[in-house]
């Protein structure tokens, strides 16, 4: 009898042990980071406007927010703002300021706001 117990001892003690090892394998994938989506307003030079919000790619953090001072960014040619806080992806460059297009980027009004007039805005 007690080399029965023994051995369902044995058998608890090793069933702990892999639950341990089985929680600290998985431990990593508890982790809340991961690919986010970033988004920023294309501006149209044309229009002198600036697009709604749409994706521009993809960055690597626990948790992205929209609360930091609007910023220019420079992709495949086109110029982007955003307020969406760092990272920023990596295929987009941070364009200066008092550059003349991120100046004409930051001081342009939403496309949206421009097609509004008080008859299309009524039902």
Do not use: W
């Amino acid at each position: 009898m007690s080399k029965r117990i023994n051995e369902q001892g044995r058998s608890l003690h090793m069933f702990a042990a892999l639950l341990g090892a089985a929680a600290l394998a998985l431990a990593p994938g508890c982790d809340e980071s991961g690919p986010r989506v970033y988004t920023a307003e294309r501006y149209s030079p044309d229009d002198g406007c600036r697009e709604t919000y749409a994706p521009i790619g993809l960055v690597e953090a626990e948790a992205v927010s929209s609360q930091c001072p609007p910023l220019c960014l420079g992709l495949g040619g086109d110029v982007y703002v955003s307020s969406v806080c760092p990272p920023y992806p990596a295929e987009a460059s941070i364009e200066p300021d008092d550059s003349e297009a991120c100046a004409a980027a930051l001081a342009a009004p939403s496309c949206d706001d421009l097609g509004e007039t008080p008859d299309a805005a009524a039902p």
